[in-house]
Nanobody, 121 residues
Framework: QVQLVESGGGLVQTGGSLRLSCTAS????????MDWHRQAPGNQREWVGS???????RYGDSVKGRFTITRDSGKNTAYLQMNSLKPEDTGLYYC???????????????WGQGTQVTVSA
């Protein structure tokens, strides 16, 4: 089993910045893609961006140029640096990781519990 724990959420004013972290622990042989998603109340879940194991990143149009995903493979951690935050960035932010286990090397997707980001106008 693998557990993901996010942290770093909070309340910030428009134009401010936050950095989210997501750390995986458990039966881990290799972490492939690390993704971030978010969901605002009453809205569908939205993909924010991803980082591959080789460091290639992609972003959704709504955050491109403002958000940056990095990863520290040695710490099994993904980061989401969020700059120039807007009220519409408010939501519950989740990380997901595609993890290959040591026990059977099968890749599986895992989700964290989410961390709340609130951007005040």
């Amino acid at each position: 089993q693998v557990q993901l724990v996010e942290s770093g959420g909070g309340l910030v004013q428009t134009g401010g910045s936050l950095r989210l972290s997501c750390t995986a622990s458990g039966d881990i042989a290799r972490i492939n893609a690390m993704d971030w998603h978010r969901q605002a109340p009453g809205n569908q879940r939205e993909w924010v961006g991803s980082a591959t194991s080789s460091g290639i990143t992609r972003y959704g149009d709504s955050v491109k140029g403002r958000f940056t995903i990095t990863r520290d493979s040695g710490k099994n951690t993904a980061y989401l640096q969020m700059n120039s935050l807007k009220p519409e960035d408010t939501g519950l932010y989740y990380c997901t990781m595609n993890v290959q286990s040591m026990s059977d090397n099968t890749p599986r997707n895992y989700w964290g519990q989410g961390t709340q980001v609130t951007v005040s106008a």
